[in-house]
């Protein structure tokens, strides 16, 4: 949700402008901090500042994002597998027009991705569906030691200077290449075109790298609890955390989103264990895609169908609770990719009742400066009892 002042907005960031009542009381009635969930040396991306958020030191444990979203889809890796990410994307006349092939549904894509798998797959190396744009291949002995680059960081640009380079780039790069010739007359591809949204002209492989081990929350803490999201990469965190992650029907990591349901599993996780990590992927997805209005949407979405009915729950049972919100990174909407600056996070212990005073949940708390690394406070707050 973080971003940057923007003209359009008399200066304010996107955080000072969305109607976000819910956010603001429960930092008026709470503790409010600017936190680093990237630490220096680390790349700014989802996969590090979750780590983070979720109280593990990204430099002990981080090995690559797609092992983590392989987790998060129920996917094994062996030792000698490397798993990569598999956007679908649209390069249209060299450039990357679209890092989401147009936000194609898990539908289309499933379609699009067993043909792959069925020309391309073999012993060895294996395409998995995923949802809407994002998907996986698992490659037994595959190369690790190359440079990738992530699709949504380089809108609008050539991509040949960002093709895979390093170890066995070639081989790398065939594939995708393949998969442009075989996306090119498919039936998926037709019809979008036909209905005039973009086609996934090919597969981008990136966030390469071995699976990882986390120590679980049962054994840290003592917890037991689950993660809420619509993407992989979140439900992987969860699970090598050893905790529940369930798929929620109707999730897409978008605007579009299934809010209800992914409430009413969370208050369902609640009410059998002891705590519940809600991720909301809206936000960043419309930062990367540099749509002010919709990202200015999304976060007040969240406020009002996340934060707002959670904490009234929370409240209604009378019951000691403590309530944390935050942001894993900024995604300015002028940038489109993510950057490593401090975000903001607040916390509140409750039952407090009716709450009236407001406070600022934007990057300008603390004058815009890290008080604390964020995986050293929530394992400072997870360990704290009431």
Not at 8 to 15: P, Q
Not at 111 to 129: C, S, T, V
Not at 199 to 218: D, N, V
Not at 304 to 324: F, M, N, T
Request: hydrophobic letters at 35%; charged letters at 25%.
């Amino acid at each position: 949700m973080g971003d940057y002042p923007i003209e359009e907005l008399s200066g304010r960031t996107l955080l000072q402008a969305a109607w976000i009542p819910n956010i603001r009381k429960i930092s008026g009635a709470g503790t409010t901090r600017m936190v680093q969930t990237v630490p220096e040396g680390t790349a700014p991306g989802s996969d590090v500042a979750n780590l983070s958020l979720l109280g593990y030191d990204p430099r002990e444990y981080y090995t690559g994002r797609a092992p983590i979203e392989a987790a998060g889809a129920g996917i094994p890796l062996q030792p000698d597998d490397i798993a990569y990410r598999c956007n679908l994307v649209t390069v249209s006349n060299g450039a990357m027009k679209d890092y989401s092939a147009g936000e194609i549904t898990s539908e289309e894509a499933h379609q699009l991705i067993h043909d792959l798998d069925r020309k391309a797959g073999k012993d060895g190396l294996k395409f998995h569906g995923g949802v809407s744009y994002r998907h996986l291949l698992v490659w037994k002995n595959g190369p690790v030691e190359v440079k990738t680059q992530p699709p949504h960081d380089i809108a609008n640009q050539p991509v040949d200077s960002y093709l895979p380079q390093g170890d066995r780039q070639d081989e790398i790069r065939r594939l995708m290449d393949f998969s442009r010739h075989l996306f090119a007359e498919h039936p998926v591809n037709r019809t979008r075109i036909q209905h005039g949204k973009n086609p996934a002209t090919q597969i981008w492989l990136w966030g390469q790298g071995r699976s990882l081990t986390l120590k679980g929350y049962q054994e840290l803490y003592g917890l037991r609890g689950g993660v809420i999201s619509a993407v992989d990469l979140i439900r992987g965190l969860g699970r090598l955390a050893g905790l529940k992650a369930d798929k929620i029907p109707g999730a897409t990591g978008f605007v579009d989103t299934n809010f209800e349901g992914k409430v009413r599993a969370a208050m369902n996780v609640l009410n059998e264990s002891d705590f519940v990590f809600v991720h909301v992927e809206a936000p960043d997805e419309c930062g990367h895609k540099g749509n002010l209005k919709l990202k200015k949407e999304a976060i007040e979405l969240f406020d009002a169908k996340v934060v707002g009915p959670i904490w009234q729950h929370l409240e209604s049972k009378g019951e000691p609770y403590r309530l944390v919100i935050c942001t894993d990174h900024r995604t300015p909407v002028a940038t489109r990719s993510h950057t490593s600056e401090p975000v903001p996070l607040a916390y509140l212990d409750g039952p407090v009742g009716l709450v009236s005073r407001e406070a600022p949940f934007d990057e300008t708390v603390n004058g815009g400066k890290a008080e604390v690394m964020a995986f050293d406070l929530i394992r400072e707050l997870l360990n704290r009892r009431q």
